[in-house]
């Protein structure tokens, strides 16, 4: 019984850290781009990294991020970690990551992309 409590105790640790770690991975991130309030950027939050909004499965833009961070051997996210992927075309769309945080459109989604 002592068991099972500490593994509740230590279950919902870890669930409470990765809910406070992500608000702070999307200041990282509005940081690095200079995003400003009413970015579509900034107003897509969670979902500029993962496929929905409150799920834990990221989308490609995401998982490029989760590859540069264990290539780095870290798990905080920097403006370096950042940079390592602008040059990558996560989703697909023929545009890098990098020209579609500068037009405001989402990296890990093929159907948000730049103006021609």
């Known amino acids: 019984m002592k068991a ?8 919902l640790t870890a669930l409470a850290a990765t809910a406070l770690a992500l608000p702070s991975m999307m200041k990282d991130f509005n940081t690095t781009y200079k995003l400003g ?3 579509a950027l900034t107003k897509a939050g969670c979902v500029v990294c993962h496929v929905e909004k409150n799920k ?11 590859k540069a961070l264990g290539e780095a051997k870290t798990k905080k996210l920097s403006a370096e970690i950042f940079k390592k992927v602008e040059t990558l075309d996560s989703d697909g769309d023929g545009a890098t990551n990098g020209a579609e945080i500068k037009a405001d459109t989402l990296p890990g989604d093929a159907k948000s992309k730049p103006a021609k």
């Open 4 to 11: 099972l409590r500490i593994g509740m105790i230590a279950g």
């Open 37 to 39: 309030k009413n970015s």
């Open 56 to 66: 834990p499965k990221l989308n490609p833009y995401g998982e490029a991020l989760k």
